[in-house]
């Protein structure tokens, strides 16, 4: 449906707008290097030069939309701020949404409608692109007080054109300004028309003089229709036709027509025996197809009461494989939880069937046991240790007890 919208829509729009774009792009580039936008943002950003269809979307083109869209940004925040809005030039990581939600915000803000959705944007290409880039170029252009004017045309000078009274009639002056150049071959055939002229003038002068009797040709004719055959070939005159005339276009059209009604007259008589060919052909057609519809028309009515019960039993299959398919994901699902419970069954099962661990318990007590032995006798050494130094210990503080009970000795007369 979507399809068929878009060639609706081409078709109200005509035959030439799905190439209206490259025009809008070439004229967009045009504006672009008028405001000089080599030297502001390409090399400050270190850019190539856009080519003359870099923005347009078309399967025949090479596309970056990464790089595109980046490069959109960059010449749209440059232009609003040359048409005397301040905004942010777009960092590369920006959110895309963001960046041209703002962009359109601007382009509101100078009065232009924006009937299309942001996403298109989003592709960096394509004909809304073209469009907003378009629009802010403009702006651009006006702020700086820029307009392009009407291109003139130089008036080509035409020479004034001689009008022949006598076609028949050749003078030796127009002979001389439409004669090409011979070929190599064929020079020695040409006519030397210096010579001629030459030769006409003397003899303009000779009977411009009056002569004082009868001339009278003391030639023979035999003689002189030899000369003439022999002459002959040399008097071939070669004149160039101009194109630029306008009877010879007059003359070719004329030409054209005539060839165009002599062939009508001919194809007419052809085209209108085929068209009641045609005619019958399609007459007998119908009525067959008639006739055909009429004899088929209780099969199908069969074949249609057949197809809706073979749509009817397609929408229970459909229904029926959907309950088969709900079921088939909880049996499978049943079958996992019981492939569990069988799993850990047999873990039980062979813990307790094995004697493994019975004996493990067995050699761990008889180890606790010697374990349990060895740290008596540990105790018990430590405990004799330990009433050794009691021992010891009251047998110290005894002696000392005795040593500060010893009375001092008497002192004597000399003292």
Known sequence: MAEYGRRGEEDERGPGAAHQVFVVMECLLEKLKVL???????????????TRHYFVSSPYLDSNPG?????????????????????????????????VSNILAELRAFGVKVDFPPSKLKSGSGEFVCFVLDRLAEEALRRKGFSFKKPTYPTETTEEESVMEDDAELTLSKVEETLEEPDDDDQENMMDLEALKLR?????AELSSKPDEILESTVDAAEWNLEVERVLPQLKVTVR???????????????????????LK???????????????????????????NNQLENLIQE????????????????????????????????SEELEKVKQEMEEKGSSMSDGAPVVKIKQSLTKLKQEIVQMDVRIGVVQH?????????????????????????????FT
Do not use: C
């Open 200 to 204: 006409t003038t003397h003899t303009d």
């Open 303 to 334: 074949y249609r009461s057949a197809q809706a019960k073979l749509s009817e039993a397609k929408e229970q299959y459909q229904q029926a494989s959907g309950g088969v398919t709900e079921r088939t994901r909880v049996l499978a699902e049943i």
């Open 67 to 99: 790089e595109q869209f980046y490069m959109f940004t960059i010449i749209a925040a440059w232009l609003i701020n040359e048409a005397g809005r301040p905004f942010t030039e777009p960092q590369e990581y920006d959110e895309p949404n963001a960046t």
């Open 266 to 292: 001919e194809a007419k008589s052809y085209l209108d025996k085929l068209q009641e060919d045609i005619g019958k052909t399609l007459e007998k057609v119908s009525s067959r197809e008639k006739y055909i």
């Open 241 to 263: 036709t101009d194109n630029k005339d306008w009877r010879i276009h007059v003359d070719q059209m004329h030409q054209h027509r005539d060839g165009i009604k002599s062939s």
């Open 36 to 50: 000089s936008y080599e030297e502001e943002v390409l090399a400050k950003h270190n850019m190539k030069n856009l």
């Open 385 to 413: 240790t330990l009433l050794q130094a009691k021992l010891k210990e009251k047998s110290n503080m005894t002696r000392d007890m005795h040593a500060t009970n010893i009375p001092e000795p008497a002192a004597g007369p």
